[in-house]
């Protein structure tokens, strides 16, 4: 069949497939060696035909070298450090602010963080950064932090300061802690509650390590994993014990002993941070990872969807959340992510008509009896963070059922009371009952496995997964910045 005025053509009728039916054509005169015929299409009514061999190109969607999720801490100096090497970027944020964890909120006058977020700095060179991005309005703090259980404060850590605690407790401890120190042939601790027997023996265990830790990590320690521990659990020397039992250490112990902290609230380390990048787009949550196209699909607050191409991911959002997003991700890794544990957290702000009654930065509290597992004085931090002559205090609670206020308030402020912070329930001008999603990863039995099946997976796909949860681990605020850092360096690596 030959059309007037154009080369011959041959029409081939396809037979109605699953999709459409179309109508093939191809010019009788071969392309150019080695080039791509050209499309061609052939129009019939009101119907124009595509050559199926060569099918209409897409427009493609927006492409950005590296996008980051999450402008916490870590998705920030990611941020920054990408930056500094030059490298395209965008960071996505879901909520309409940035800072994660590390802000500050004011309310009556008393300025409140999410519990306590302090500054623990060992790096020189994110503490020269942190600082910039502070300003000049931050002090250095000496921890004071102490312990309240059989009806009294012991410093902290409780296992080298069981000077100031009833005989018999005493006495248990330090016996418990010597028969541990020179057993010999000491088994491989499996779990948490395995490595606090073995290392600080009966007494220690009973009184606090096994309770406390119960009520902050929301599980049994047995179904924690010892493996974590060496860093954030501090094992004392036998010397620091016998010390601590006759009230002569004098000195503080762990990795938390001094800190920085803004005056205005740890937000402000945050604001500066945000001021220090990027314009970040707030307000915009990635709904689905296309890893294979490496394209996100994005959703904004105002019901407006986005599609975005990258060459590397920087995720900084939970590691579960991330795995959700995944189109269709490798079986393995779904069941990994199904294996990872984190808990909750509900805890008050509270406000005080008045001082808070000790000069206590926080204070650890392991009996069943209080509702609550720790308590923090924000105004002891810094006095900018109350009103004059007032006291702004975090309770962290122990249940991860949400509290009924109207139980849980008079429970708080008798405790507040016992504990001498407080001079009587009356005290308290308001409370406020928060609730963080992702508080503490657990380490279970399951936790290095699936992190490791989900790590590798990711890293084959140009993502890179960093921060606290993103990393899925426990660790501090320097470690954020730290994780940035390192993050940006991967992704420039893959580029």
Request: net charge neutral; proline share 8%; hydrophobic share 40%.
């Amino acid at each position: 069949m030959r059309l007037a005025g154009r080369p011959a053509l041959e029409l081939h009728l396809v037979p109605p497939g699953p999709r459409d039916n179309r109508l093939r054509r191809r010019a009788s005169k071969p392309a150019a060696s080695g080039a791509p015929p050209p499309p061609q299409t052939i129009s019939l009514g009101a119907s124009t035909y595509y050559d199926p061999v060569r099918p209409v190109p897409r427009a493609r969607p927006p492409h950005v070298p590296v996008i980051v999720l999450g402008a916490g801490l870590t998705g920030m100096s990611a941020s920054y450090h990408l930056a500094a090497a030059g490298v395209g970027h965008r960071v996505l944020e879901r909520l309409p602010h940035a800072g994660g964890h590390a802000i500050t909120v004011e309310d009556e006058g008393f300025r409140f963080d999410r519990t306590g977020h302090l500054l623990h700095v060992r790096d020189p060179e994110i503490k020269r950064l942190a600082l910039s991005w502070i300003g000049d309005d931050w002090i250095e703090i000496e921890r004071r932090s102490m312990i309240w259980s059989n009806g009294v404060y012991t410093r902290y850590p409780f296992q080298a300061n069981t000077f100031g605690l009833p005989p018999e407790v005493a006495y248990e401890c330090l016996h418990g802690f010597v028969v541990a120190h020179f057993a010999k042939d000491k088994p491989e601790p499996k779990n948490f509650e395995e490595y606090c027997f073995t290392h600080f023996g009966d007494g220690f265990s009973r009184h606090f390590m096994i309770p406390y830790n119960t009520r902050l990590w929301g599980v049994p320690p047995r179904e924690i994993s010892a493996a974590w521990c060496s860093r954030f659990v501090p094992v004392p020397k036998l010397e620091d014990v016998l010390a601590g039992a006759v009230g002569l250490n004098d000195r503080e112990l762990g990795y938390n002993t001094r800190f920085v902290y803004p005056r205005q609230g740890i937000g402000e380390l945050s604001k500066g941070l945000e001021r220090a990048i990027q314009p970040i787009a707030l307000g915009q949550a990635a709904q689905a990872i296309d890893w294979r196209g490496r394209r996100l699909e994005v959703s904004g607050s105002g019901g407006t969807t986005e599609s975005l191409g990258y060459d590397v991911l920087v995720s900084t959002i939970p590691l579960t959340v991330l795995c959700d997003r995944l189109v269709d991700p490798p079986e393995a890794v779904r069941q990994a992510a199904r294996r990872l544990v984190c808990t909750h957290l509900y805890y008050l702000d509270v406000a005080l008509d008045g001082p808070c009654l000790k000069p206590l930065h926080w204070v650890y509290v392991p009996e069943d009896r209080y509702p609550f597992y720790r308590v923090g004085c924000y105004s002891n931090f810094s006095a900018a963070m109350a009103p004059p002559g007032k006291a702004g205090l975090y309770v962290e609670l122990a249940g991860r059922a949400e509290p009924d206020m109207a139980v849980l308030l008079p429970q708080v402020a008798r405790g507040l009371t016992e504990m001498g912070l407080v001079t009587s329930p009356s005290a308290i001008r308001f409370a406020r009952l928060r609730r963080i999603d992702y508080a503490y990863v657990v380490f279970n039995h399951d936790y290095f496995a699936s992190v490791e099946t989900i790590r590798s997976f990711l890293e084959g796909e140009r993502i890179v997964s960093a921060g606290r949860y993103g990393g899925w681990n426990y660790s501090s605020m320097e470690d954020a910045l730290v994780f940035g850092r390192d993050a940006a360096s991967a992704a420039g690596a893959l580029l």
